[in-house]
């Protein structure tokens, strides 16, 4: 199995907030990276937190860490039909230079 | 206008085929990535390469190979050796590979073999 781990999938209605999930196995990781992948094209870079902080905050998008439960959350207030997508996690590997390692992506579907 | 490219962006093989992606990148980034994602899964990576005339495997190496001649290019091939070839090619790069640098992706190849 994965060492990210996501759920598959959530559905919201247009203006609710979404709140999207992801547990980590890696305790030392350093930093932690929310990607988003619109329908067959590449991933996009939303925002990221460094392994030091609680809480990170950009515009729409809030992004919790709880380093103990090794748990790591991305919430986006007043969800619109534009957020439909694919959000990954994925984390610094420790002691591997830059690489990453994936979670399996939760599918985001907002409803009108 | 900075960025990564892949092409094509939807390429057909036949069986006992090789086939070479192209990923070219002009930020001036040293370290590339290949990855692979196969549907409802995360992204597997490939091969990685830290500064130009390097590359090492990544978690899914077998059946897959890489040259990196140039700093702006890193291109795949997909040998016959590969038993299941068939899926969404992403490649990205970052400024370093010891840095903390975000990598930033292409917009894919999607490969299928016929």
């Known amino acids: 199995g994965e060492d990210v781990e996501q759920s598959l999938f959530l559905s919201v209605r247009e203006g609710d907030s979404s709140v999207i999930n992801c547990t980590y196995t890696d305790s030392s990781s350093t930093y932690l990276y929310w990607y988003k992948q619109e329908p067959g094209a590449g991933l996009q870079l939303l925002t990221y937190?460094?392994?030091?902080?609680d809480m990170k905050q950009d515009q729409r998008l809030t992004v919790l860490l709880n380093k103990k439960d090794k748990h790591l959350s991305l919430r986006i207030a007043d969800t619109q039909t534009g957020d439909s997508a694919i959000y990954f996690c994925a984390e610094r590997r420790n002691n591997a230079g830059n690489m990453l390692t994936f979670g399996g992506g939760t599918r985001l579907m907002v409803k009108p | 206008d900075g960025g990564i490219t892949q092409s094509p962006k939807y390429l057909f093989r036949k069986e006992g085929q090789n086939v070479t992606l192209s990923c070219e990148q002009n930020l001036n980034h040293d370290a590339m990535y290949w990855y692979r994602q196969d549907p409802g899964q995360g992204l597997r990576l490939i091969y990685y390469?830290?500064?130009?005339?390097?590359?090492q495997k990544g978690d899914i190496a077998e059946g897959y190979s890489v040259s990196r001649e140039k700093k702006e290019s890193f291109p795949l091939t997909v040998t016959s050796a590969q038993k299941n070839p068939t899926a969404f090619y992403l490649c990205?790069?970052?400024?370093?590979?010891?840095?903390?640098?975000?990598?930033?992706f292409g917009p894919g190849t999607r490969l299928t073999v016929l």
């Open positions: 390469s830290q500064i130009v005339n390097d590359f």
């Open positions: 990205a790069s970052s400024a370093s590979f010891t840095g903390a640098d975000t990598q930033y």
């Open positions: 937190i460094f392994s030091n902080m």
